[in-house]
């Protein structure tokens, strides 16, 4: 192992638990907002806005409900930010006329595109398995509901004219809800039941779709900032507030550019397997905008952006600090 990639794997490990450690409580907000299932006709959803989320979170599991779900992002950081930080370096240095050269945006967002194909294999199974967690309690109660609704709606309907009672209704209409114990029993589940390996590489694809143009938004987003700031290309006299804006500035780039496919991934990553709503990326985006139009597409956005900021910020930080003091 060189010593540039030593330096970016620890460098993007303490950045990425930086990132997790502020940002994970609207992560778990934006995940809930956009994987609450559809209500039925007349009735509201189960959380009415962010705001709404975070009050009923904490109502029904207090503070450490919104970690729930960190366990297995916080297990595998230092694979994720390593992957990322360590795959853009490499592509720097492909891209470099000279070790020491600086890049241009342009440079940087051809960087930040190969970072994310390479971390897109880290963070597909890392994000079904917190996707899982974090959703759980909404589609539980949505099932319940559902069920709740079968008899005065459905019963009485058999197939040859006779009468189907509730709680076959129940058992039939209701996706089986399993409830979790925690990662490793996600995991679990998923390597027994849903396909093995690839079980758990569900939702690859708008994982793709989000990580690559969204890490060259987010790279390109960051050198641009630090160039406007410096004035040229040389961005080594930063101070850390300028750092703290041009990471932030990166991290909103990431949302605002590929926000649509996240909410395709996490739909997807939720979906039962048994009897899976979706049968692909495009089934369901065609789904979700004709169920709710195109503000399906951006369920949770507001916490999205909350976190992106703020977490985005201490990443970079912390990114730019480590590597400074490792040389």
């Known amino acids: ?46 959380y009415a806005g962010a705001m709404d989320a975070v009050r009923k979170t904490l109502e029904a599991e207090g503070p450490k409900g919104l970690y729930k779900g960190m366990g297995a992002p916080l297990a595998t950081v230092a694979v994720f930010n390593a992957v990322l930080f360590t795959a853009r370096g490499q592509m ?56 709740a609704a079968a008899p ?27 409830q979790y114990n925690g ?10 039941s849903e396909g093995g390996m690839l079980g758990l590489f569900k939702g690859l694809t708008p994982t793709l779709l989000r990580e690559v143009p969204g ?11 630090k160039q406007y700031i410096a004035g040229g290309k040389d961005t080594s006299k930063l101070s850390r507030g300028s750092q703290l804006l041009a990471g932030g500035v990166a991290g909103a780039m990431f949302w605002v550019s590929v926000y649509p496919t996240d ?9 039962n397997y048994q009897n899976p709503k979706y049968k692909g990326t495009i089934d369901a985006f065609r789904k979700v905008v004709a169920a709710e139009g195109v ?12 976190r992106s900021v703020p977490a985005n910020a201490a990443c970079f930080l912390a990114y730019e600090l480590v590597r400074e003091t490792l040389g």
């Open 215 to 225: 890490n060259a938004a987010m790279f390109g987003a960051y050198e641009a900032t």
């Open 92 to 147: 720097e240095a492909l891209l470099r006329d000279t070790p020491s050269s600086p890049l241009s945006v342009s440079e940087q967002v051809v960087a930040g595109a190969g970072a994310g194909i390479a971390v897109s294999f880290v963070a597909c199974p890392t994000e079904l398995v917190k996707c899982r967690l974090q959703a759980q309690s909404a589609l539980a109660v949505a099932a319940v509901t559902e069920g």
């Open 295 to 306: 503000k399906g597409l951006y369920r949770g956005f507001g916490p999205a952006m909350a």
């Open 263 to 271: 909410v395709i991934k996490s739909v997807i990553q939720v979906d």
């Open 1 to 46: 192992m060189s010593e540039a990639v030593a330096k970016d794997l620890a460098a993007g490990t303490i950045a990425g638990v930086a990132q997790l450690l502020v940002g994970h409580p609207f992560d778990t907000i934006k995940v809930k907002l956009q994987s609450q299932p559809i209500p039925p006709p007349g009735q509201p959803p189960k």
């Open 152 to 178: 005065a709606t459905l019963a009485g309907v058999g197939a040859a004219g006779g009468t189907t009672s509730a709680a076959t209704f129940k058992a039939a209409a209701i996706p089986t809800t399993i």
């Open 183 to 192: 990662p490793l029993d996600v995991a679990r589940h998923v390597l027994r």
